[in-house]
C-alpha cells in the first residue's frame, strides 16, 4: 500500500424553506391554593383547546411539551429597628404548562392560529419556529455534497501537484444534530395580521476523507 496519501475534508452547506410549523405556548397559574393552582391551569388548557378548534385545528394537534409545579416567592424588604433586613414571602404555587400546536406550514392557517390564540382568555406566551418536518433529508443531501467537495478539492490538489489519486481509504464523519429553525417571539402588542414570510433555514456539515496518490 501507498504511503502516501491526501486527507481533506469535504464541506457543505444548503439552504431550504420551512415547510412546518410548531407555535410554542406557554400558561401560566398562579394561587396560594394547590388545588386552586391545578384547577385553573387545567382550565387554561381546555379553553385554548376549545379556542384552536374554534379556529379549525383538531383537539389532537395540542400537545404538552412539559409541565411544573414550582413554589413561588417573593422578596419583601422590612425594617427591624434600625436595620434594613429582607425577607422572602410566599405568593403561590406556580403552573408553568408548556404546550405545541404544530402543522404543515401555510401562511394563511399560521395566521388564523396566532389570532386565535391571541383572543384566547388563557392569553399564553407565544413562539413560532419555522422548521423542516423531515430534517433527514437535509442531511443527507448535505453528506452527498460534503462527499462531492472533498473529491474535487482531492482531485484539484493531486492534478496541481502532478500526482494521480488513487483509492478511497477511510471516512471519518461525526454525525451533526440538525437543529435548523427560525424562531419569531410573538409580542402581546403584535398587529392581528402577521403576514409572516420565514427566512430559509440554512444547515452545513463536513467530513475527512483519506485517499491514496498514485
Same mark, same amino acid.
Given at each position: 500500500?501507498?504511503?502516501?496519501? %491526501?486527507?481533506?475534508?469535504?464541506?457543505?452547506?444548503?439552504?431550504?424553506?420551512?415547510?412546518?410549523?410548531?407555535?410554542?405556548? !406557554?400558561? $401560566?397559574?398562579?394561587?396560594?391554593?394547590?388545588?386552586? #393552582?391545578?384547577?385553573?391551569?387545567?382550565?387554561?388548557?381546555?379553553?385554548?383547546?376549545?379556542?384552536?378548534?374554534? #379556529? +379549525?385545528?383538531?383537539?389532537?394537534?395540542?400537545?404538552?411539551?412539559?409541565?411544573?409545579?414550582?413554589?413561588?416567592?417573593?422578596?419583601?424588604?422590612?425594617?427591624?429597628?434600625?436595620?434594613?433586613?429582607?425577607?422572602?414571602?410566599?405568593?403561590?404555587?406556580?403552573?408553568?404548562?408548556?404546550?405545541?400546536?404544530?402543522?404543515?406550514?401555510?401562511?394563511?392557517?399560521?395566521?388564523?392560529?396566532?389570532? #386565535?390564540?391571541?383572543?384566547?382568555?388563557?392569553?399564553?406566551? %407565544?413562539?413560532?419556529?419555522?422548521?423542516?418536518?423531515?430534517? @433527514?433529508?437535509?442531511?443527507?443531501?448535505?453528506?452527498?455534497?460534503?462527499?462531492?467537495? @472533498?473529491?474535487?478539492?482531492?482531485? %484539484?490538489?493531486?492534478?496541481?501537484? +502532478?500526482?494521480?489519486? +488513487?483509492?478511497?481509504?477511510?471516512?471519518?464523519?461525526?454525525?451533526?444534530?440538525?437543529?435548523?429553525?427560525?424562531? %419569531?417571539?410573538? +409580542?402581546?402588542?403584535? $398587529?392581528?395580521?402577521?403576514?409572516?414570510?420565514? $427566512?430559509?433555514?440554512?444547515?452545513?456539515?463536513?467530513?475527512?476523507?483519506?485517499?491514496? !496518490?498514485?
Amino acid at each position: 500500500m501507498s504511503e502516501r496519501r %491526501i486527507h481533506v475534508v469535504g464541506t457543505a452547506q444548503v439552504a431550504k424553506s420551512p415547510d412546518f410549523v410548531v407555535l410554542n405556548l !406557554i400558561l $401560566n397559574a398562579c394561587n396560594p391554593d394547590y388545588s386552586s #393552582a391545578m384547577k385553573i391551569a387545567a382550565q387554561q388548557v381546555e379553553i385554548l383547546r376549545e379556542t384552536l378548534v374554534e #379556529a +379549525g385545528f383538531s383537539p389532537e394537534n395540542l400537545k404538552t411539551v412539559a409541565f411544573n409545579v414550582d413554589s413561588k416567592y417573593e422578596r419583601e424588604d422590612f425594617r427591624d429597628g434600625n436595620a434594613k433586613k429582607s425577607r422572602e414571602t410566599f405568593v403561590g404555587f406556580d403552573c408553568r404548562h408548556d404546550l405545541a400546536l404544530s402543522f404543515d406550514f401555510d401562511a394563511q392557517k399560521l395566521d388564523f392560529a396566532l389570532s #386565535a390564540v391571541k383572543n384566547c382568555l388563557s392569553q399564553p406566551k %407565544i413562539s413560532v419556529v419555522f422548521t423542516l418536518k423531515d430534517p @433527514a433529508t437535509l442531511s443527507d443531501k448535505l453528506l452527498k455534497a460534503a462527499a462531492r467537495d @472533498a473529491q474535487r478539492k482531492a482531485k %484539484i490538489l493531486c492534478a496541481a501537484s +502532478g500526482v494521480k489519486l +488513487g483509492n478511497l481509504l477511510e471516512i471519518r464523519y461525526q454525525p451533526t444534530v440538525f437543529d435548523a429553525k427560525n424562531e %419569531i417571539l410573538v +409580542g402581546a402588542n403584535e $398587529n392581528s395580521a402577521f403576514n409572516f414570510r420565514p $427566512n430559509d433555514l440554512i444547515a452545513s456539515d463536513s467530513a475527512d476523507f483519506l485517499w491514496e !496518490i498514485e
